[in-house]
């Protein structure tokens, strides 16, 4: 039997939300068994000084959220489905497909 790990990565959480619910919906009218698993957010943290001078003290904070979500399914399925979950996915959306015996 076959185990296919879908993982989706991204920094906006709603353009997430809307491909997962893709996925999950092809997934659920082919009737294809999967677990759906929300992985941890990854934060980023960036100090800049604010001045490139003698204000050390002056400094500007950023950070990045990063979310995941890995879907796994325990059945053989057609790589052509695979495609098709690549191909419609957003620009700012990371596909990563592992399979394993």
Do not use: C, G, W
């Amino acid at each position: 039997m076959k185990k296919i790990q879908i993982k989706i990565t991204t920094f906006n959480k709603k353009s997430l939300e809307i491909y997962e619910a893709f996925v999950l919906n092809i997934l659920n009218k082919l009737k294809i068994p999967f677990v759906s698993i929300r992985l941890p957010n990854k934060i980023t943290r960036l100090t800049l000084l604010k001045s490139p001078h003698v204000h050390k003290k002056a400094r500007e904070q950023f950070e990045q959220k990063t979310f995941k979500v890995l879907i796994e399914i325990n059945n053989d399925i057609n790589i052509s489905l695979l495609k098709l979950i690549a191909i419609n996915k957003p620009k700012n959306i990371k596909l990563k497909i592992n399979t394993k015996f």
